[in-house]
């Protein structure tokens, strides 16, 4: 803490104590309301003169001798308050000397207009209940720096107004979520983020301990492989919406610790879930933000449907020039990728080549609501291979804004064809892909009783989030988001 605040606080510490002598409980249990702020401006036509108590943080004062206006506001919104030097006498005035912007008051008093129209409270009585020993970030003019938003974000909901607005828009997306799947006849489940195998997804996991069971343990990656295992179990339709954990950098769109909805539907497969999507995403931008056209990023999205659908290796060929069929080997198709002065990173197999393409040259495109569909088996161990190319499986990716927020399979349910991608993945690892997958025989043991075909979905709902609010940063929608180790 540096001298100034330091002097602040203790400033403010010295308020605090004159208020307890002065009689006041320093930090009272509660404070019952009988309106929100909102809910008293609201309803003025029907409160008007009545009595009312309503509470909230001071966020401005203005002292104009006898008489002084303040604002209070709630997690509803504001309301003014008018106090009188006649109505509350010399003392009780007084005390508002030791009020400080920040501070959080209850007020009693009766509701009416003042002269410029403002719905107001003429406050009988007034209670401090919380003392705020550090000034509100400068002054309520706004918290613009970054770093101290993100790592200080009471700061930034305090100062910044519409920060506020995208978490509780947040709130409505995830709930919107929820019901169109409820309404299709999904249930949802909660399978573990401790998990003795990761897997479902090609990453790096985090690593822990568990003492007691004295074995190691990861967090999970994806909640792919526990969900299917429902399935062979005859729950037909489940979905889970919850945090998974990657070990990776961070970006305008990634963060080790994220939020996704899963689900898998039996008897379906990829063709019904690219459909399912394509009325998910409008029904939720409907529910949550009014409307199914956006803007993102300056770009006027329509999130109707039909979506386009593209195959990946068209998508490569129209905006790559390339045709990765005409490169069948690794190394034919790293040499003509450097041709294009495209890096190439160590120990890429053919498919993250391919993967590498459509990053590089096609994902940048994809501003209007895209499915790209059927992608190399390379980078797809567990899904559904093509009946007509082998090389490929039943895989769709969407895209909205330049950003996949989506990824779907037709679920592989054969267990001999998964153990053989399994011990692919095994030894692509032994190779030194960090990112591949280990063998995990139980899930082969449950597909071995029988799962039926399924589709399976994964929608990120940070980028959903980041879409429907305007947010160019997975941090903008994340209330804390992980950062660097502050110098």
């Known amino acids: 803490m540096d001298r100034e605040a330091d002097d602040l606080v203790s400033q403010r510490a010295a308020k605090l104590a004159r208020l307890t002598e002065a009689g006041y409980e320093a930090w009272p249990r509660h404070y019952r309301r009988t309106h929100t702020a909102a809910e008293a401006v609201a309803g003025f036509g029907e409160l008007e ?47 508002l000397k030791l009020l400080d912007l920040g501070d959080f008051i209850g007020v009693e008093g009766t509701l009416f207009r003042t002269r410029t129209g403002e719905i107001t409270v003429e406050v009988h ?31 930034d ?10 978490f509780v828009k947040r709130s409505a997306i995830v709930r919107a979520m929820r019901e169109f799947l409820d309404r299709r006849g999904f249930i949802e489940v ?80 990829y063709l019904d879930v690219m459909n399912m999507v394509e009325q998910m995403v409008p029904f939720i931008a409907q529910a949550a933000i009014g409307s199914t056209t956006i803007t993102y990023q300056g770009n006027e999205i329509s999130l109707d449907p039909p979506w386009k659908r593209i195959t990946l290796r068209q998508a490569i060929i129209d905006y790559a020039g390339i045709d990765f069929e005409d490169y069948p080997t690794v ?27 459509q990053s590089t040259f096609v994902e940048p495109h994809l501003i209007q609501p895209t499915f790209l569909v059927d992608y190399p088996i390379e980078v797809s161990p567990l899904a559904k291979r093509r009946p007509d190319n082998p090389r490929l499986v039943e895989r769709f990716e ?50 071995e009783y029988g799962m039926p075909p399924a589709g399976g979905l994964g929608i990120g709902v940070d980028r959903l989030v980041m879409l429907l609010t305007d947010r160019p940063s997975i941090r903008e929608v994340i209330l804390y988001p992980q950062l660097r180790t502050k110098a």
């Open 125 to 155: 009585d007034f209670a401090p209940l919380a003392k705020a020993l550090r000034p509100p970030p400068e002054k309520w003019h706004g918290l613009v720096e970054v770093e101290k938003r993100y790592r200080q974000r009471y700061l």
């Open 49 to 95: 003169g009545q009595e009312v108590r309503v509470a909230g943080r001071l966020s401005t004062v203005r002292d104009m001798g006898k008489v002084t206006f303040a604002h209070i506001a709630d997690g509803s919104g504001r309301i003014q308050l008018y106090f009188r030097l006649n109505t509350l006498g010399d003392e009780r005035y007084g005390h």
């Open 190 to 269: 909660e399978t573990p983020i401790l998990q003795p195998i990761y897997g479902g997804g090609s990453a790096r996991p985090f690593e822990t301990y568990h003492q007691e069971l004295d074995r190691k343990l990861y967090l999970r990656i994806a909640s792919e492989l526990y969900l299917k295992r429902l399935l062979v179990g005859g729950l037909d339709k489940v979905y889970e919406i919850g945090k998974n954990f990657r070990n990776e950098g961070v970006s305008f769109k990634h963060n080790p610790e994220f939020t996704v909805m899963e689900s898998y539907e039996a008897y379906a497969d």
């Open 157 to 166: 909901l305090m100062a910044n107004p519409e920060v506020k607005d995208i």
């Open 331 to 357: 190394e034919a198709l790293a040499d003509k990728m450097r041709q294009m002065n495209v890096e190439i990173p160590a120990k890429m197999n053919r498919g993250k080549l391919i993967d590498e393409l």
């Open 398 to 447: 969407a895209f909205i804004g330049g950003m996949e927020i989506g990824n779907a399979f037709s679920e592989l349910n054969d267990p001999v064809d998964q153990r053989e991608r399994f011990e692919e993945q095994v030894r692509a690892r032994a190779a030194g892909d960090e990112e591949a997958q280990p063998m995990d025989e139980d899930y082969v043991t449950a597909l």
